[in-house]
């Protein structure tokens, strides 16, 4: 799919303002009261982390060739309904935000909260705007979408 001047500005925008607050997320110190990870949190935080990294993980493999920066399709590309996607559309974001709520968690710092907050937000806008361009180039979309949920599988 070849986006216009305008869409092309609006998907590397979103997908700069995702890099930013994962960095941002990455960078926060822990505060100098904090007295150190205690075990009760950094083992939660390390699953959600490992969890994460795994679904983004299988996302990323089940796109194959088709994985792209932006969220718009490849030219000639086709629609992906299996593997990671067969429940959810959006694996890769989901596992993200798993793993991002996983340094959260291990790594206290009320600001880190902020940023992963500011980051699922984002992630929303990305994927209802990837959503948009997915549907006017596949027009078996809006069977898949009623068939899969945005971010988190459905329990049959």
């Known amino acids: 799919m070849r986006l216009r001047a305008d869409e092309s500005v609006k998907a590397a925008g979103?997908?700069?303002v995702q890099v930013a607050l994962i960095l941002l997320l990455l960078a926060v110190p822990r505060p100098r009261w904090h007295a150190g990870t205690h075990a009760w949190v950094l083992a939660p935080g390390l699953l959600f982390f490992g969890a994460g990294a795994v679904?983004?993980?299988y996302g990323?493999?089940?796109l194959g060739r088709s994985l792209s920066p932006l969220p718009a399709p490849r030219r000639g590309g086709r629609l992906l309904?299996?593997?990671a996607y067969r429940r959810v559309r959006h694996p890769i974001y989901s596992g993200g935000l798993l793993a991002a709520?996983?340094?959260v968690v291990a790594a206290?710092?009320?600001l880190r909260l902020l940023w992963w907050a500011l980051?699922?937000?984002v992630l929303d806008v990305k994927s209802r705007?990837?959503?948009e361009l997915l549907s006017k180039e596949f027009p078996d979309y809006a069977a898949y979408k009623r068939m899969s949920w945005r971010f988190v599988p459905r329990v049959y």
């Open 108 to 110: 206290w710092a009320p």
């Open 81 to 83: 309904t299996t593997g």
């Open 14 to 16: 979103l997908v700069g």
């Open 60 to 62: 990323l493999v089940s």
């Open 119 to 121: 980051l699922a937000l």
């Open 101 to 103: 709520l996983g340094l």
């Open 129 to 131: 705007y990837e959503e």
């Open 55 to 57: 679904v983004s993980l």
